[in-house]
C-alpha cells in the first residue's frame, strides 16, 4: 500500500487534466476513421467510432493484422493487431492532426503495395 499515493496522485491529475480534452481524443479518432474510410469503406465505418479507439477489418486484404502492424511501423505508425484481421489504432494527448494524416497516409501505401502484390 505505499504506492497508494503515487498511483491517487496519477489519477487525479488524469481527472483534473484529462477528462476535459477527451472529446480532442474521440474526434481525432473520427477523422482517423473517416480518412481510412476514403481509403476503403471495407476498413471501417466512421459512424461506428465513438470513443478514441478505431478498429480497422483488414480481412479484404487477405494479409493478417499482424503483417500491416509490421509494415506501417517500418512507415513510422504504430498499431497494434486487435485480431488475426483487425487493427486497433488508439488515438490520445500526443496524437494530432498531423499524425493522423501520416496514418492514413501509410494506411494508404500499404494497401497500395499489398494490392499490388497479390495481383
Known sequence: MRQAGPLAAAGLVALDTMV??????????????????????????????????VKVDVSHSRRPAAQWSVQMKKLGV?????????????????????EVDLAVAAMREVAERFARSAE
Open 78 to 98: 504504430r498499431v497494434s493487431p486487435a485480431e488475426r484481421d483487425a487493427l486497433r489504432f488508439v488515438t490520445h494527448r500526443e496524437i494530432g492532426d498531423r
Open 20 to 53: 476535459p480534452r477527451l472529446r480532442e481524443d474521440h474526434d481525432s479518432a473520427k477523422r482517423l476513421a473517416e480518412g481510412l474510410h476514403g481509403i476503403t469503406p471495407d476498413f471501417v465505418q466512421p459512424e461506428e467510432v465513438e470513443t478514441n479507439i
